[in-house]
């Protein structure tokens, strides 16, 4: 038996759960038992979910050229019997204990509808380049969820190929003429009595046919017969999922297609050689998706359990460089990244989301990506750093992009603020502050293409109105 807990993202605090006593334990009616509070506890942040449990995050915080960025590691906590989420998206699975149901914790998207995390999937397509927008999205969750999974896999996949293929040692079993490595007395004794010539023997090879390989193989035959749509919409270089197939065939002539490859012993051992850590989660979203798809009984095993989460903070920060600013003159900076920040002393600085992509002598309009329906009030911290920004690029134009939904909260009607900066240094205009909302399509309904389609518009209408009101000139 497995519990379901459903929640979004950034609630503070959830409002159908509460922590009871075990006696009034009910999770479809809200009423969290104490023992599962204590597994919710013991994963409230990421470095605990880590350390007890098999998980993967995007952007991934476990390689170090990616755990530069800033955001708060907390995913799920309990305050006052109540529970409170943060930026964190996705599923984590939690095995049961002695005599406990399994516990399944799901947050979706605030901005989304209850049942169908398009936008989360729409800003996935678009960040990882892929064109699947006419796809028939099943309605339920679990569809959606294995979507996303496939997504993540050829994304990650691709990745860790760029890398070269695996390869380790395994101990093969030979019976032929040309013995080598250490002879196998009781085997050769069965299978060469009498002895005509042969030898059987074992030897340890460093070889690309693996079982990790195979398992990797058998979920692109999967994700090929299931998800075409997917597999084919990978919009960046189809050519490259082609070399990709023809690399993994030719280096596994021992797959078998009946075979299991996710019950294999090795397939659930974690890849700890430095030159393959891409390959770690390349491996634990095999196990996700043949998990998810019912193909094997991972659910009940004693292994670690599979959870993947989602930092939309960071998500809609992507998207927003992909999809928004992309046709205009602005640089994304990254922290950590030396090729591009914004420094206000000697060897410190600063990494504002966008900044526009001027000489250096030049005035530069800063922007900042928040996920939340942002608002003047109470967001005194935001200003005060757009407006440090501001000071030391010597832009007149600073602001905020943010996702907004009129089901959600009433917008406010002051989309702007002039700046009372000193006036010998602005001495030709007046710097402003601006609030640049992203009009999701307010739909209900199951077409994810029709979604998209409004994604689009909503899309060209905020480019044009950011063309005239802070480029003062259309997009391109």
């Given at each position: ?22 006696e ?32 993967i ?49 799901e ?84 299978l ?17 046919d693996?079982e990790?390989?195979?398992?990797i ?6 994700i ?30 021992s ?12 397939c ?27 193909q ?37 900076l ?49 200003i ?22 009129e ?25 402003r ?6 009009c999701?399509p307010s ?14 518009e ?19």
């Amino acid at each position: 038996m497995k519990n379901i807990i459903t929640l979004k993202d950034n609630e503070k605090p959830n409002t159908k759960y509460e922590c009871v006593d075990k006696e009034n334990e009910n999770i479809v009616d809200g009423k969290i038992s104490k023992s599962s509070r204590k597994c919710i506890e013991e994963i409230r942040s990421i470095e605990n979910l880590i350390k007890k449990h098999e998980v993967i995050t995007i952007p991934d915080i476990t390689i170090p050229d990616k755990a530069g960025y800033q955001n708060d590691k907390i995913i799920i906590e309990i305050k006052d019997d109540r529970l409170y989420t943060n930026n964190w998206v996705g599923v984590v699975n939690v095995a049961p204990g002695d005599s406990e149901a399994s516990l399944r914790i799901e947050i979706t998207s605030r901005f989304d509808n209850k049942e169908k995390q398009y936008f989360l999937l729409y800003m996935l397509c678009t960040v990882y380049g892929f064109n699947i927008f006419n796809i028939d999205i099943d309605g339920n969750d679990e569809g959606n969820y294995l979507i996303i999974l496939v997504i993540i896999y050829i994304n990650s996949l691709i990745e860790a190929l760029s890398e070269g293929v695996y390869k380790e040692y395994i101990t093969q079993k030979y019976n032929d003429y040309n013995f080598r490595g250490a002879i196998d007395i009781n085997r050769h004794l069965k299978l060469n009595t009498p002895f005509m010539g042969k030898t059987a023997y074992s030897v340890r090879e460093y070889t690309y046919d693996t079982e990790i390989l195979c398992l990797i193989r058998q979920v692109i035959d999967y994700i090929k017969y299931e998800y075409s749509d997917i597999w084919e919409g990978y919009g960046r270089d189809k050519s490259i999922l082609n070399e990709i197939v023809e690399v993994i065939e030719n280096a596994t002539p021992s797959f078998r297609p009946n075979n299991n490859y996710a019950e294999e012993i090795k397939c659930n051992k974690e890849i700890t050689h430095p030159l393959y850590q891409n390959y770690e989660n390349v491996r634990k979203l095999a196990l996700m998706i043949l998990n998810e798809s019912g193909q094997n009984i991972f659910d009940n095993s004693e292994a670690k359990s599979l959870s993947l989460l989602i930092d939309i903070a960071w998500l809609w920060e992507e998207f927003v460089a992909e999809r928004l600013l992309k046709d205009f003159k602005y640089i994304h900076l990254l922290v950590g990244d030396s090729e591009g920040k914004f420094e206000w002393a000697d060897d410190e600085s600063w990494y504002p989301d966008f900044i526009e992509n001027k000489d250096e002598n030049e005035g530069k309009n800063i922007f900042d990506a928040k996920y939340k329906n942002w608002k003047w009030k109470n967001n005194s911290e935001d200003i005060h750093q757009l407006l440090s920004y501001l000071f030391i690029s010597g832009g007149t134009k600073c602001g905020v992009i943010y996702p907004y939904n009129e089901e959600l909260e009433k917008e406010e009607k002051e989309v702007e603020k002039e700046v009372l900066a000193f006036k010998s240094f602005y001495t030709e205009s007046k710097p402003r502050i601006y609030k640049l909302p992203f009009c999701l399509p307010s739909y209900t309904g199951s077409d994810f293409k029709k979604y998209c389609s409004d994604m689009d518009e909503a899309i060209g209408k905020w480019k044009k109105e950011f063309g005239v009101k802070i480029q003062d000139t259309s997009s391109k």
